[in-house]
């Protein structure tokens, strides 16, 4: 790990990828105290950063990394909800898109310029990310902990897998709507670029058989070439 310093507000911030010359000009532009930065390249190296450092900030430089930047965007969100990620370097419009719908705040082309950068990144200080209002996240009977990863109706905490709490967190977050594969996939194995559907297909089985055993109120349904989308009431549907 290499570790960075410059002039700024205080707050800590991680950089995946190389800490390039944008970086640098920003630390040194930026009013105010003290900000510490360190980069990692690996994905054991970012989970243990995010877990042993109160970062503020999240940046990921799109250029630098040795994984997708989306891929690395679904990995950040898997272990902090809340702090804001800024993407930069991605030029393709694709990328940038699925950047966001992992859950990035701001995604930015290779040519944008450091007093952009800095202004955005000050009013994402300033303003609480849109995460923050889901650390817990109510749908149907069931209330969801982000933070420990638990879910429970009433009392009664249901007994899940890491990959099924990361099911049923992705499918209440976008509660109503279509989840596809591709996306569930992606927050079910984060750190592979190999992915079988069939784990999706086995994970909901066994998420499904647990909710209907608590009395949860939910139902997942099986959207016909889109995925699986989750429902706080079972009406005229029927699972599949």
Not at 23 to 30: D, Y
């Amino acid at each position: 790990m290499t570790s960075y310093s410059g002039e700024i507000v205080a707050m800590k911030a991680l950089v995946l990828g190389h800490v390039s010359n944008l970086v640098n000009e920003l630390l040194n532009s930026m009013p105010g105290g003290r900000w510490d930065i360190s980069s990692t390249q690996d994905s054991p190296e970012l989970v243990k950063n995010l877990q042993d450092n109160d970062c503020n900030l999240v940046i990921i430089e799109g250029a630098g990394l040795s994984l997708p930047p989306d891929v690395a965007v679904g990995q950040v969100r898997l272990i902090d909800e809340t702090i804001p990620i800024i993407v930069l370097g991605v030029g393709d419009v694709e990328v940038r898109v699925r950047c966001l719908t992992e859950g990035a705040d701001e995604v930015f082309p290779k040519d944008v310029i450091a007093k952009e950068l800095q202004a955005r990144i000050m009013v994402r200080m300033k303003v609480p990310s849109r995460w923050t209002l889901h650390r817990e996240l109510q749908v149907g009977q069931v209330l969801l902990d982000v933070q420990r990863r638990t879910a429970r109706v009433g009392q009664e905490y249901l007994t899940l897998t890491p990959q099924e709490f990361s099911l049923l967190h992705i499918l209440a977050q976008n509660a109503g709507d279509a989840c596809s594969i591709a996306l569930i996939m992606r927050h079910l194995s984060p750190n592979t670029t190999v992915r079988d559907p069939t784990l999706v297909r086995v994970n909901v089985c066994r998420l499904r058989q647990k909710l209907s055993a608590v009395h949860s109120g939910l139902a997942i349904f099986s959207v016909r070439k889109q995925g699986y989308r989750l429902v706080a009431e079972q009406k005229e549907e029927a699972a599949a």
